[in-house]
């Protein structure tokens, strides 16, 4: 089956603006995570979506915002960026969000922030 | 509150040669404990798992086994390939659920 999609893989922006990003996670999976990736900390997560309601938030200011539809896709938003938002954001995508099961990664989103 | 830590990298080593990346965590309870690889230009993918103490996960030669006596959940492969060079995140579910909490990765590079 297909995996997670995130569209766009690139995006050169510059410092005010704001970006949406997208997630579209596996068939049948209802939970979607957020995570920002970048060299100097690592892999931090932002927040998680189930069923349209978030479940649980990062330590990340209110610039960051997400939603997720009825069909479990799944956006963020990020508004007057910032060059230190220069990251790859990944989305994980699970059946259900529970501590066993597998996050399943889409290829992520290079935001660059001039 | 729940972390992970595992060793810092870069580890190189010849092809063939052992691999281990240790790989410690504090938490409440029992947790799940994943390990994840992320090849260049991808996204992170499942390379084993263990769901309770004792367990052993393992994949395409990679083993890690549950300690839960020593808080561990060590990555080890008997020989490596060019083609596991890649960053490795060892990874637990944070106990207030719903949240994956990641290692700070260890890159691997392999030499022919």
């Known amino acids: 089956k297909a995996g997670v999609t995130q569209t766009p893989r690139y995006l050169i922006k510059t410092r005010g603006q704001q970006v949406t990003l997208s997630c579209s996670p596996i068939s049948g999976h209802r939970s979607v995570s957020w995570y920002q990736q970048t060299p100097g900390q690592g892999l931090q997560f932002l927040f998680e979506y189930f069923s349209e309601t978030q479940r649980n938030k990062g330590n990340f200011p209110g610039r960051f915002s997400g939603r997720q539809f009825s069909n479990s896709r799944s956006e963020m938003n990020v508004s007057t960026l910032e060059l230190g938002d220069s990251a790859l954001y990944l989305c994980a995508s699970s059946r259900d969000g529970a501590s066993t099961d597998t996050q399943y990664f889409g290829p992520g989103t290079r935001l660059t922030v001039l | 509150g729940d972390s992970v830590t595992q060793m810092e990298g870069p580890v190189t080593l010849s092809e063939e040669a052992f691999l281990t990346i240790n790989c410690t965590y504090t938490a409440t309870g029992y947790p799940s404990l994943f390990w994840y690889v992320q090849y260049p230009g991808e996204g992170l993918q499942l390379l084993l798992k263990?769901?309770?103490?004792?367990d052993k996960g393992s994949n395409k030669g990679f083993e890690a086994t549950y300690r839960k006596e020593t808080t561990s959940f060590h990555l080890e492969k008997g020989s490596v390939q060019v083609s596991d060079s890649a960053v490795y995140f060892c990874a637990l579910p944070h106990t207030g659920g719903f949240k994956t909490i990641f290692g700070a990765g260890t890159r691997l590079f392999v030499k022919a």
């Open positions: 263990a769901t309770k103490a004792d």
